[in-house]
């Protein structure tokens, strides 16, 4: 943990930790029942903790980006980028639960056969 170079207001630093805690539970909590197989639980949960990954971009929204160090910026970026990764994949585990084909993104110049 970086800490001392956090950047956000200090009335914050005291719940960092605990809000960290928190949001890591969620996570494997989530993980936990999906390896159980309990998939209807799970979903959930890991599903909140993605959303709750895609926050640690409001980061931006106290302190300019350029304020903080290289190394945060890429930690802060990394945390967004796999909570993506986390929502896109349990998005396609549920379209193909329910059946529904994934949508597919045209290609410029091709068309769809029909």
């Known amino acids: ?3 001392p170079e956090y950047r956000e207001p200090t009335w914050t630093t005291g719940s960092i930790v605990g809000s960290w805690s928190l949001v890591t539970a969620i996570g494997l909590l989530g993980y936990a029942l999906y390896r159980q ?18 926050l640690g971009l409001a980061h931006y929204m106290t302190v300019p980006i350029w304020e903080f160090s290289a190394r945060i910026n ?10 993506a990764g986390l929502l896109s994949t ?11 084909p994934a949508p597919v993104p045209e290609v ?3 068309r769809r056969a029909s």
């Open 1 to 3: 943990m970086f800490l």
């Open 37 to 54: 197989g309990r998939r209807t639980a799970a979903y959930p949960l890991l599903a909140a903790y993605g959303l709750l990954g895609l």
């Open 74 to 83: 890429v930690l802060i970026l990394l945390e967004a980028a796999a909570a």
């Open 90 to 100: 349990l998005l396609a585990w549920y379209l193909r639960r329910s059946g529904r």
């Open 108 to 110: 410029a110049g091709r």
